[in-house]
Each structure stands twice: as C-alpha cells, then as structure tokens.
C-alpha cells in the first residue's frame, strides 16, 4: 500500500502562485510515477502533470504547460507542483496519485487539497 497526503493548497489572486506538496508514505518502491489531477466543480478529473521517479521526463497538460512545473525529492519521497500565473480557471481540487510500477495504472490517491483562485 502506498499512502498519498497533500498540503498547500489554498486561496490565492490570479496572476499569484502556490506551491501544493504530496507525501509518499509505504511501499513507495512499488510506485514508477507520481502526478497531479484536478477536479473542478462540474467538471470530470483531469490530468495535470506526472514525473517519474527515476528520471527527468515529465508530462504536462496543454492547459497548464508553461505556467506549472512538477518536480520532486526523492529521499523525501515527495512531489511538489508549482503552479504561476494561476488563472480562475485552475480553481479545483487537486489530487496527486502513484503510478504502479507494474501494472503502470493510477493506483493510489491523496485526499485533495483546495485551490482557489479569485480574479
């Protein structure tokens, strides 16, 4: 089991940025990937941005290439998503997920954590 808590979410200006984190507790060995999904209210859950553990390659939405950067900290077992110049539009919840290693699907989720942004 792999266990996914996020933080740093919050209420923020658009134009402004934040900076949410998710900790990876478990069988983190099990997992190849880490990303970032996005619910708004209304709206089905989309992808947002996903990085492997053991490289460099990352993956990003069209809606938030250029703005957004996942990056994360391996001995700290943790993702971190950068997100600038946020619009109103980014406004949801936001989840991080693991990647099983090997049936390579999204298998574990945080609880989310709330961003707003007000214009």
């Known amino acids: 089991q792999v266990q996914l808590v996020e933080s740093g979410g919050g209420l923020v200006q658009a134009g402004g940025s934040l900076r949410p984190s998710c900790a990876a507790s478990?069988?983190?060995?099990?997992?190849?990937?880490m990303g970032w999904f996005r619910q708004a209210p209304g709206k089905a859950r989309e992808f947002v941005a996903a990085?492997?553990?053991?490289?460099?390659?990352?993956n990003y939405a069209d809606s938030v290439k250029g703005r957004f950067t996942i990056s994360r900290d391996n001995a700290k077992n943790t993702v971190y998503l950068q997100m600038n110049i946020l619009k109103p539009e980014d406004t949801a919840v936001y989840y991080c997920?693991?990647?099983?290693?090997?049936?390579?699907?999204?298998?574990?989720w945080g609880q989310g954590t709330q961003v707003t942004v007000s214009s």
């Open positions: 990085i492997v553990w053991t490289g460099l390659n990352t």
């Open positions: 997920a693991a990647k099983g290693r090997v049936a390579g699907t999204w298998d574990y």
């Open positions: 478990g069988r983190t060995f099990s997992s190849y990937a």
